[in-house]
């Protein structure tokens, strides 16, 4: 069974930055199997990103997905206040849609 | 517009039973595979269970499998989990959510319902 770790835990970090998060997988599959979620307090999930690096319908072009085989990764390119969140990746393959643990953005 | 509501959370026992359901609209419900998926308080998101839009297929998490059943009934627009042999770790909201071109790609979901296990 695939399992993915995200990394960092959390980022603390302020609007206008640019942001990275890490997404590793322990075993290579490919990238058309791999999501991101952002997550707001209270809220349901929504989808940012599938197949690694496209983004979902009425996702601002801000935020980008990339990688292949076992390391994806999600950035944001300026952060705005909205995008504080909780952000996880997924795997969504075989017979299985295994997430990673989740990376906290917060307000620095 | 998509709409996916749960419902049928609540108390429940150790070693007892609860049915979800998750009645949904603004889509054409029988070409999609539907999932559960569950949240511990203030823990992740944890992949519980999908069902082929058919029917025909189902899929398990590990920690659920042989204890929960997903089930649905097209003509109803409904998907249900049934949740047998509950322990104090299966509380948790339970979201459903709709696949998408992959069947466990989640493009939409619902607000989520809580399910306490406590005696």
């Known amino acids: 069974e695939i399992v993915l770790t995200q990394s960092p835990g959390t980022l603390s970090l302020s609007p206008g930055e640019r942001v990275t998060l890490s997404c590793r997988a322990s075993?290579?599959?490919?990238?058309?199997?791999l999501a991101w979620y952002q997550q707001k307090p209270g809220q349901a999930p929504r989808l940012l990103i599938y197949g690694a690096s496209t983004r979902a319908i009425g996702i601002p072009d801000r935020f980008s997905g990339s990688g292949s085989g076992t390391d994806f990764s999600l950035s944001i390119s300026r952060l705005e206040s909205e995008d504080f969140a909780l952000y996880y990746c997924q795997y969504y393959g075989s017979s299985s849609g295994v997430f990673g643990q989740g990376t906290k953005v917060e307000i620095k | 517009e998509v709409q996916l509501l749960e419902s049928g959370g609540g108390l429940v026992q150790p070693g007892g039973s609860l049915r979800l359901s998750c009645v949904a609209s603004?889509?054409?419900?029988?070409?999609?595979?539907m999932n559960w998926v569950r949240q511990a308080p203030g823990k992740g998101l944890e992949w519980v269970s999908a069902?082929?839009?058919?029917?025909?297929?189902?899929y398990y998490a590990a920690s659920v499998k042989g204890r929960f059943t997903i089930s649905r009934d097209n003509s109803k627009n409904t998907v249900y989990l049934q949740l047998n042999f509950v322990r104090g770790e299966d509380t948790a909201k339970y979201y459903c959510?709709?696949?998408?071109?992959?069947?466990?790609?989640?493009?939409?979901w619902g607000p989520g319902i809580p399910v306490t296990v406590s005696s």
């Open positions: 075993q290579s599959f490919s990238s058309d199997y």
């Open positions: 959510a709709k696949g998408s071109r992959y069947q466990m790609l989640l493009d939409h």
């Open positions: 603004g889509f054409t419900f029988k070409t999609y595979a």
């Open positions: 069902l082929s839009s058919s029917g025909a297929n189902t």
